[in-house]
């Protein structure tokens, strides 16, 4: 089990046992206290974000205190060492301990906010260790004879009489004048002031944020993160104690409370680690294979690996060039996510893809302040989505390319931008001129439509149309690329897509872009047009459109490009399940049989195809083409050679639905030509069938 993690401000320390000779305590307190006098040469004390004068003071009184112990006379073991000289030592000792303890915690990373808020407690701290050392000091210092103790007896020098005396009063009047600098005060006071505004929606006050970012020195987004999640921790640490310091812990209401209040909370990662770590930087997905490159940033094997092959020898996240292309495991990484994985419900042994599917439907926060803070992201992001109408163009931009990315997360921060109201001024801003606004609200739009939620939020907005208009007329590829696939996700629901279907230029649009699109277009365009032929009334429209001319297109053009692994042979397979869907009515399979060349092209597919699914989708198209056109189709296959052999390997080998549909149209092909070569008025033979029926 993991040590659990030393609480700020908790300042424990070891006291020295009665017994201990004065030798070991001294050379411990001069390393103490060059420890403590070392932090003006590393300047740490100008770099701390709050109580720089009062820290300051007190390295100086270490510094003289340094110089005061350097100079005491080691005692000789043979004599008994005077009990007030162990005392003050063993009393030095201890306030040493904690105040090397209070500075650490100042100048602690990732905590530095929480320092400059809790500025007053840290100077309370602060005030009793300088007390404490001046009380250690009065007890070396003998008031009746006004010498300092050492050895047993009284030391006449009269540099380290007034050495004492000097540590004593600095540190007395250092504790009485003791107080949080004036510009903590006033950091601390812009910071409540943002967080105001924030809870209340509105945009915080500019210089308020950079005041605060100045004083406690954050220059970088990874300085944000890391104080994000150490106010997590601390926070979640907090309500599992059960009180805010090491005080009542006998106090039971308070207890009580607080196991109430873990007890509402969701599920959470147990570790004391930011999760946002476990997101690769590139895709902002949670790793599933996390690697390290030479620049020691993490990131998932398939994403690096893509950006490294795309031409791009330059880390991501730190822009150095990559020396070397080797990526190393991160067994630590990877241990710390299945452990995720597996607080989530999700065992270990599944697929990579079915880990980040089934951690992304999670629509879960990892803590409350987290959930918090999203939600007032979210509501912020709308208010500013809903007051750029009249905004330059570079607002709008900046809005709507902070609703892409806030909205490509997880499902929780899909669920809090529609809940805040996103959709329709997503929706809204697909009319602007500017081609990157439009391409940032859809692809914001793409993102919300995974979830059922924001799917029903576009429809009631009335959206379905403007995602036809940008899939016909947006001014980026990209953007019509993803209005395609946002009518996808729209029609995984039977009702959105009878009202899409409804839409005239619905899927002529759709089939267009199918034709004349770049891959990705092209798969959009597909898979969309698979998912409205769930209605019955689209097929129609589709044959209208031309989709069976552009389909056989696609699977002739296609079929020859799969064996050169190009993303063709993606394609082909497509266009034979959407061909397969559309001759299920007899439209639809008349207007496939009208090509007897697509017919021809099919039986090689079927002959051609390495994949089950291909012969699947193709044994299904032939059957249905056999079932609507009769005869006609029939008499066609039946001359082709390459279909018998094809139709049973699938008898023997294939899947239960596609071995029944392979075995009715070889029986069908057989009864056709049986009751072509038998007259009708000739007698059946009494030896029975003239072919083998299987």
Not at 167 to 194: F, I, K, Y
Not at 502 to 524: C, M, Q, S
Not at 662 to 685: F, G, K, M
Request: contains cysteine; hydrophobic residues 45%; neutral net charge.
């Amino acid at each position: 089990m993991a040590p659990r993690r030393r609480r700020m401000l908790a300042l424990p320390a070891v006291c020295p046992c009665e017994a201990i000779a004065p030798a070991p305590l001294l050379a411990s307190l001069l390393s103490l206290a060059a420890d403590v006098a070392g932090l003006r040469a590393a300047a740490d004390v100008d770099a701390l974000p709050a109580l720089r004068g009062a820290a300051r003071e007190a390295v100086r009184i270490a510094g003289l205190l340094l110089a005061f112990l350097d100079g005491i006379p080691v005692p000789d073991e043979a004599e008994a060492a005077p009990a007030v000289l162990v005392l003050g030592l063993s009393e030095l000792h201890v306030a040493l301990q904690k105040l090397r303890l209070l500075l650490a915690d100042c100048a602690r990373k990732g905590a530095r906010l929480w320092v400059l808020m809790n500025a007053e407690l840290a100077a309370s701290e602060l005030r009793v260790l300088l007390g404490s050392v001046a009380t250690a000091m009065d007890v070396l210092l003998l008031p009746s004879e006004g010498h300092v103790v050492v050895g047993g007896a009284a030391s006449a020098d009269a540099d380290a009489e007034e050495l004492a005396g000097l540590v004593s009063r600095h540190a007395w009047r250092a504790a009485a004048r003791l107080r949080p600098d004036p510009e903590d005060d006033r950091a601390a006071r812009g910071v409540r002031s943002v967080l105001a505004r924030f809870a209340s929606g509105v945009t915080p006050d500019a210089e308020d944020a950079r005041l605060v970012l100045a004083r406690v020195g954050l220059a970088t987004w990874h300085d944000c993160s890391e104080e994000a999640a150490f106010l997590e921790a601390e926070l979640l640490e907090r309500l599992e104690t059960g009180s805010d310091d090491n005080d009542n812990d006998n106090d039971r209401s308070k207890t009580d409370k607080a196991a109430a209040t873990v007890n509402r909370l969701p599920p959470r990662f147990t570790l004391s680690l930011n999760p946002e770590a476990l997101q690769c930087p590139i895709t902002l997905e949670l790793m599933t294979d996390p690697v390290t490159v030479v620049t020691g940033q993490t990131y998932d094997r398939a994403s690096i690996k893509k950006w490294i092959k795309s031409g791009c020898r330059t880390c991501p996240v730190t822009g150095e060039r990559l020396r070397s292309a080797e990526l190393v495991p991160n067994v630590a990484a990877r241990g710390v996510i299945e452990q995720l994985l597996l607080s989530r419900g999700v065992p270990v042994h599944e697929p990579s893809s079915k880990h980040r599917c089934a951690v992304d439907k999670t629509a879960t926060p990892f803590g409350a302040a987290a959930a918090g803070g999203v939600r007032l992201s979210a509501a912020f992001l709308t208010a500013r989505l809903s007051s750029v109408s009249g905004a330059p163009e570079e607002q709008k931009r900046k809005a709507t390319h902070e609703a892409r990315k806030l909205s490509k997360r997880n499902v929780f921060y899909r669920a809090c931008l529609v809940e805040a109201g996103a959709v329709p001024w997503l929706l809204h801003l697909l009319s602007s001129t500017d081609a990157s606004v439009q391409d940032n609200a859809v692809a914001g739009l793409l993102n919300l439509s995974k979830y059922p939620a924001g799917r029903r939020a576009l429809v009631e907005a009335g959206g379905l149309g403007l995602i036809v208009d940008a899939v016909n007329v947006a001014a980026k590829v990209e953007a019509r690329q993803n209005a395609a696939a946002v009518l996808f996700y729209l029609s995984s629901n039977p009702e959105y897509c009878e009202q899409i279907s409804r839409i005239p230029e619905a899927i002529p649009t759709l089939v267009r872009l199918a034709r004349d699109g770049a891959y990705r277009g092209r798969k959009n365009a597909l898979v969309s047009l698979y998912g409205l032929l769930q209605c019955a009334d689209a097929h129609g429209r589709a044959v209208s459109a031309g989709a069976v001319d552009v389909l056989a297109g696609l699977m002739l053009v296609g079929a020859s490009s799969a064996s050169a692994g190009d993303d063709g042979g993606d394609l082909a397979l497509d266009a034979v399940a959407l061909l397969a869907r559309l001759a299920e009515q007899p439209g639809g399979a008349r207007a496939v049989a009208a090509s007897s060349e697509l017919v021809t092209r099919l039986v090689d597919f079927l002959g051609e195809a390495a994949s089950r699914s291909a012969k699947e989708h193709c044994v299904a198209l032939l059957a249905s083409l056999g079932r609507h056109c009769g005869d006609k189709v029939l008499a066609l296959l039946g001359k082709l050679p390459g279909l018998m052999p094809a139709l049973y390997a699938l008898i023997a080998d294939g899947t239960p639905q596609a071995g029944k549909r392979a075995r009715w149209l070889v029986n069908e092909i057989h009864r056709h030509y049986e009751q072509r070569q038998t007259p009708a008025s000739a007698p059946t033979p009494a030896t029975g069938d003239r072919v083998i029926r299987v």
